[in-house]
């Protein structure tokens, strides 16, 4: 009788373990990860990947990019257009998967990025950084064989600033959106590089338009998202401005150094198609600008100015893409 009740303690012991989770069952945010064989992690792996580059992001920052590419005259040819896209692409795919796995820990306490493929488990930390990094090379090596090396020099120090400067200064200083602003202005400058191997005018303002534009577009997403913000211990300057108005001010201070700097290309032979557009553009952001400044209309008013950044940029840049079309065609 004795050996037998044993052999039931045994037996719902063994059960208990079994039963227990272990740490490699469990996603870096608490999720049960379901067992994996190779083949349905290699799928679940590819089926990452636009998530895991941060898809939309980098597409929406290759734009800028290809207007630089455009407006600096380069030698007419699709192929290495073509190229040039690729490159710069690659290097921004790679670092958004290396800025991914860095702050793995931190998305996983957000509710807003917590199932994203790292945190969530779906792709091993390794296979994260070793694709960051193979994309990062990729589009640096692409376009050093094919282009200036300043135009891979570009690239390179975009890739550097956004992983290895902005993505840890997050935690450590609100004036960590200025670096990564810097970073998001770059790709400007590979695309000047890349069409004649030095920066035009029209590249640098391009670079200020992008670098002063970020600011008024991130503020109102870190105001709709500082709680999750503060869970993932990032210190943006909505994190720590609990009425709001600094980052109001903050917005509105950069919508109007903007506004002045959209206005340069009239300095460098752009027309009155450009001008509409500049003019267009430059008042609608004001005025959502405004309406995000006022305490009682933030949260209604920050998705709107997020949205109107997006209309404003999209404005700017087919204004000087089609000026520059119809003063070719002209002349």
């Not at 997403?221 to 210190?235: K, P, S, V």
């Not at 500049?278 to 006022?294: E, K």
């Not at 949260?299 to 840049?317: G, M, N, Q, W």
Request: hydrophobic content about 50%.
């Amino acid at each position: 009788m004795d050996e037998a009740k044993r052999d039931v303690r045994k037996s719902k012991s063994r059960c208990d373990v079994e039963a227990e989770p272990s740490a490699s069952d469990t996603s870096p945010s608490g999720d049960r990860i379901a067992p994996m064989n190779a083949t349905n992690r290699w799928r679940e792996f590819a089926l990452s990947i636009p998530t895991l580059v941060k898809a939309p992001l980098t597409l929406m920052a290759a734009f800028p990019a290809a207007c630089a590419y455009l407006l600096s005259d380069p030698p007419a040819s699709f192929t290495r257009f073509a190229l040039f896209l690729a490159g710069t692409l690659l290097a921004g795919f790679g670092a958004a998967a290396l800025n991914q796995w860095s702050e793995r820990s931190q998305d996983a306490a957000m509710e807003r990025t917590r199932h994203r493929p790292l945190p969530s488990g779906r792709v091993r930390p390794g296979h994260g950084l070793v694709f960051g990094l193979f994309l990062s090379i990729a589009g640096t090596v692409l376009l050093l064989v094919w282009f200036p090396p300043l135009a891979a020099a570009f690239a390179a120090g975009t890739v550097l600033l956004y992983w290895l400067v902005y993505t840890p200064l997050k935690r450590r200083t609100p004036y960590c959106t200025e670096v990564g602003a810097v970073a998001g202005a770059l790709p400007t400058l590979i695309g000047a590089a890349a069409a004649g191997g030095s920066v035009t005018p029209i590249g640098w303002n391009l670079f200020l338009i992008l670098f002063l534009w970020q600011m008024p577009h991130f503020h109102p997403i870190a105001w709709r998202y500082r709680r999750d913000y503060a869970a993932g211990g990032f210190r943006m300057l909505a994190v720590e401005d609990d009425t709001g108005r600094k980052t109001g001010l903050h917005a509105l201070v950069y919508a109007s150094l903007l506004t002045a700097a959209v206005f340069g290309p009239l300095l460098f032979g752009a027309g009155p198609v450009y001008a509409i557009a500049a003019l267009l553009a430059s008042g609608l952001f004001l005025v959502a600008t405004l309406a995000f400044l006022q305490p009682g209309r933030r949260e209604v008013s920050a998705p709107r100015l997020f949205r109107v950044s997006l209309i404003h940029l999209t404005l700017v840049l087919s204004g000087l893409l089609l000026d520059h079309g119809l003063s070719r065609l002209a002349g």
